[in-house]
């Protein structure tokens, strides 16, 4: 079955500093993977796309990396601010198109002053 | 440019009941999706349309009816609301353009509808 398996669960930081969230899938082949941030109450907004063939996608302070081989991702939120508190999200698609996402459960993070 | 909107934002249903759950995006986006998010769970793919007057099932169709008549909406019904289909729902959608654009395409969501049935 297509897995995707994301930690931590939660997580809390101090606002500057940076953290690393993890991604794990099991969807084989794909087409590419995504990453979401989710504010509370909120739909999720895509914060990077990335191809197979890619390892590394910045957006801002954000950067996604992709490990195809080991079938691993990780979200890179550099100098945190409080506005970064909210779920991310790893999502992995089996088609271009993106009709066949697979979602992960998310991390939720709080950024802290 | 207000991309997609969703009504209501939360809804209370008694079991048996039915409603529509409305969406509707103004970015002329040819793709439309509803997701379902239990709490803790990814979302989960419920149906999606291609264009108008096509619709397919996704992942967990059973006890949702969709249409889509105009690029605009994409309505979801629910028939005989059941406890399990208390949820949070979200509504998408994307832009395919058709000239071979790789990298996948962004989808664009909603800020959901709160659905309790008790």
């Known amino acids: 079955k297509n897995q995707v398996e994301q930690s931590p669960q939660s997580l809390i930081i101090l606002e500057g500093k940076n953290c690393t969230l993890q991604c794990n899938y099991t969807v084989s082949p794909f087409s590419n993977l995504r990453w979401y941030k989710q504010d509370t109450g909120r739909g999720p907004v895509s914060l990077t796309i990335m191809t197979f063939s890619e390892n590394t996608k910045s957006n801002g302070r954000y950067t996604a990396t992709l490990d195809a081989d080991t079938k691993q991702s990780s979200l890179h939120i550099t100098a945190s601010q409080l506005s970064d508190s909210a779920s991310y999200i790893c999502?992995?698609?089996?088609?271009?198109?993106?009709?066949?996402?697979?979602f992960g459960g998310g991390t939720r993070l709080m950024v802290k002053p | 440019n207000a991309g997609v909107t969703q009504t209501p934002k939360f809804r209370i249903l008694k079991i048996g009941q039915s409603m529509t759950l409305q969406c509707a995006q103004d970015m002329n986006h040819n793709y439309m999706y509803w997701y379902r998010q239990d709490p803790g769970m990814g979302l989960k793919l419920i149906y999606y349309?291609?264009?108008?007057?096509?619709?397919d099932k996704g992942e967990v169709p059973n006890g949702y009816n969709v249409s889509r008549s105009t690029t605009e909406d994409f309505p979801l019904r629910l028939e005989l609301a059941a406890p399990s289909q208390t949820s949070v729902y979200f509504c998408a959608s994307s832009l395919r353009r058709g000239d071979g654009q790789t990298g996948g395409y962004i989808q664009y969501f909603g800020a959901g509808t709160r659905l309790s049935v008790l």
């Open positions: 999502v992995v698609s089996l088609d271009n198109a993106g009709n066949m996402l697979t």
């Open positions: 349309s291609v264009g108008a007057g096509i619709t």
